[in-house]
């Protein structure tokens, strides 16, 4: 099930564990940039809500 806040989870925000700062964000995602050095152009799009799969991704996440 979705919730807002998992403790130690690094992709809640509210944890304050990310070790860079998003690139760009809207109301229900965040993007990170790659640390691999072999995927430079490749970015991680987050849910701001703690997610455990895709399904459980709210109706308006997917839109
Ligand atoms: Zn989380």
Request: glycine content about 4%.
């Amino acid at each position: 099930m979705p919730s807002d806040t998992v403790p130690n989870c690094r992709f809640c925000l509210a944890n304050d564990l990310l070790a860079d700062t998003p690139l760009g964000e809207n109301h229900a995602f965040y993007m990170l940039g790659s640390i691999d050095p072999e995927l430079t152009t490749s970015v991680m799009i987050i849910p701001r809500q703690h997610s455990e799969t895709p399904f459980d991704m709210t109706a308006e996440e997917w839109q």
